[in-house]
Antibody, heavy 117, light 112 residues
Framework: QVQLVESGGGVVQPGRSLRLSCAASGFSFSTYVMHWVRQAPGKGLEWVTVISSDGGTKYYADSVKGRFTISRDNSKNTLYLQVNTLRVEDTAVYYC??????????WGQGTLVTVSS | DIVMTQTPLSSPVTLGQPASISCRSSQSLVDSDGNTHLSWLQQRPGQPPRLLIYKISNRLSGVPDRFSGSGAGTDFTLKISRVEAEDVGVYYCMQATHYPYTFGQGTKLEIK
């Protein structure tokens, strides 16, 4: 069955970096657009970034542009999010998700990133 | 960026009664192919979101037919014909026509 399993979250100080990973299984990962969406504690959903199936096209939310980088390794069925220069306001659960506007959408359970000194 | 505005933000509903959530976008969501990528998502407590409806009115497989979506242009509505206990959660509209995708603030559906 389809699975998306995020990892790499944790507690980090402001200004530091993390790399989040999302391991995909149960489907043909290399054929799907993949997204990262985040949710601050007790708040709503915020779309963060997207990457095309071949990795050649990427878009970012203005709030993370220049600090976050999405990438993928189709040979490893893994999606990544490099998060640099972290801010307190980046504290959130980060979800990876497949094709979120289509009937084939699927979301992972999320990984919590806490930015605190 | 396109702003998505949902009303109400909270909706206490009696079991078996209908519920309705409105969503307005700050600009048209019609793309160059004539498609309108307006989706509705449900997030139950402690769970990731899940897509209920895409392109205004198309229910995903497995979504009960008491959920329906309607609208056009910049005004959209999600209706639940008869609320059941399992419908408790937060509902989001999302525009997926233009990057960056944007969500409404969320509407918390709770039982009276």
């Amino acid at each position: 069955q389809v699975q998306l399993v995020e990892s790499g979250g944790g507690v980090v100080q402001p200004g530091r970096s993390l790399r989040l990973s999302c391991a995909a299984s149960g489907f043909s990962f290399s054929t799907y657009v993949m997204h990262w969406v985040r949710q601050a504690p007790g708040k709503g959903l915020e779309w963060v970034t997207v990457i095309s199936s071949d990795g050649g096209t990427k878009y970012y939310a203005d709030s993370v542009k220049g600090r976050f980088t999405i990438s993928r390794d189709n040979s490893k069925n893994t999606l990544y999010l490099q998060v640099n220069t972290l801010r307190v306001e980046d504290t959130a659960v980060y979800y990876c998700a497949r094709a979120i506007r289509d009937p084939e959408e699927y979301w992972g359970q999320g990984t919590l990133v806490t930015v605190s000194s | 960026d396109i702003v998505m505005t949902q009303t109400p933000l909270s909706s206490p509903v009696t079991l078996g009664q209908p519920a309705s959530i409105s969503c307005r976008s700050s600009q048209s969501l019609v793309d160059s192919d004539g498609n309108t990528h307006l989706s509705w998502l449900q997030q139950r407590p402690g769970q990731p979101p899940r897509l209920l409806i895409y392109k205004i009115s198309n229910r995903l497989s497995g979504v009960p037919d008491r959920f329906s979506g309607s609208g056009a242009g910049t005004d959209f509505t999600l209706k639940i014909s008869r609320v059941e206990a399992e419908d408790v959660g937060v509902y989001y509209c999302m525009q997926a026509t233009h990057y960056p995708y944007t969500f409404g603030q969320g509407t918390k559906l709770e039982i009276k």
